[in-house]
């Protein structure tokens, strides 16, 4: 059935004016806990960074939890964002990260696409594979050396990250609006209804 998403319009550049975040920068967003695989995205991160200082990209984390972030000046932690300033970020972001390997549907997923932005996923998380895959909307990792190619295709392909954001968009668009939501709930009631009679 999925899950209904609210449409926004985003500011890329009032975000950018608001905080100052310099570009380019990888997106996270959601809570700060280990269950998160965020230490696994630090790690990977960290890592690209010191084998590409020149890149100057940044790891935003827009969310709040239990977890202590290392200090490094690569590092941005904002914390709890409003809707509105979050919805900003994703339209800000290079590309939104979720690493997480055991997400049920993500709407970080959902909303950065809503805003025109490209995700990257873990490989081995099932269901934010199967969004990428559908949708074209991105690119997923199962090691560091996939996570460097990755970052490295977003940042090397405007053009291409783009039209991939572009794509993750009209597959929520068309997928995940309250009214198609609605008729698939109301399918699978059906559906359920006539098997348990």
């Not at 972030?69 to 900003?88: H, N, T, V, Y």
Request: net charge negative.
């Amino acid at each position: 059935v999925g899950f209904g998403v609210d449409q926004f319009e985003a500011d890329a550049e009032r975000f950018r004016q608001t905080f100052n975040i310099p570009q380019p920068f990888l997106l996270y967003a959601g809570r700060l806990d280990p269950a998160k695989n965020i230490l696994q995205l630090v790690s990977y991160f960290l890592a690209y960074r010191q084998k590409n200082p020149r890149r100057n990209l940044k790891l935003v984390l827009a969310g709040t939890g239990p977890l202590s972030l290392p200090e490094d000046p690569d590092i941005l932690p904002l914390g709890f964002l409003a809707s509105d300033d979050l919805q900003d970020a994703y339209a800000a972001a290079t590309a939104v990260c979720q690493p997480s390997l055991v997400e049920s549907f993500s709407i970080v997923l959902m909303e950065a696409w809503l805003a025109g932005t490209p995700v990257l996923v873990h490989g081995l998380c099932p269901v934010t594979r199967h969004h990428v895959l559908q949708s074209n909307g991105g690119l997923y990792f199962t090691s560091p050396a996939e996570f460097v190619g990755t970052l490295d295709w977003f940042l090397d392909n405007a053009q291409g990250r783009d039209r991939m954001g572009m794509q993750g968009q009209a597959f929520v668009r068309h997928g995940f609006g309250w009214s198609t939501v609605f008729e698939r709930l109301c399918c699978a009631v059906e559906l359920w209804t006539a098997a348990s009679t």
